[in-house]
């Protein structure tokens, strides 16, 4: 299938609709999500909250690019909209949620459980889209599943994560790397002796070490 569609001028490339459409996607179940979890008024509009996690990753994620390429700032300025800054870049985004989350708990009082909750969803709300754009190109049973999986997921936030607390999430968290990893095994993107593999272990390995300190200390506290 053509991955292109032209309108007028435009040649518009079908996955980034998909893209769109995840980002979309996101907003809404944060919507209903905040709905079914929270008993009280939240402090902003979630999907207001979900569009500034999405601005400020992209924002990093793109700019990025010019660590990369510091000469294309004044050369080819407008590459950052055809680029982007790989995994540095990635991670950069990441560090800035963290630092955009930091101030809406200390300005709007929106407590880290909630918010890693949100961004959870949207994560797998979006891999749900992005995956979903190889049947552009044709059926694959592993994508599929993966794709329902994610779906199910999402599923199980609504149902079980009440009340938000921060064991829960990290639970939720550690489901979502064991599914990932999974995936990429089974489509050979990742083998089980790389670096990225090894790095998903130990963040699994870190989400499991928390899940028990904070468990200790709510023992504690009782």
Known sequence: MN??????????????????????ASLVVAHFLIKRLINYDFPKKPADLMIEYWIVFIVIWKLSYFINYPRNILNNP??????????????????????????????????????????????????????ATSFLYGFDLYIFIEVVSYIVLVGILFRLVKPVTLIKVFQAYRWFVITWTLFRVLQNEIHLYTDTLIIVLLLAVLTIVLEWYLNQKVKGEN
């Open 3 to 24: 991955d292109l569609i032209q309108i007028g001028p435009l040649n518009i490339f079908v996955p980034y609709l998909f893209y769109i459409a995840g980002i979309v």
């Open 78 to 131: 407008l590459a950052v909209i055809y680029f982007d800054g790989g995994t540095l870049g990635l991670l950069l985004g990441v560090i800035g949620i963290v630092i955009f989350g930091y101030f809406q708990l200390k300005r709007h009082n929106i407590t880290i459980p909630i918010q890693l909750l949100l961004i959870l969803q949207a994560t797998f709300v979006f891999i749900s889209f992005d995956q």
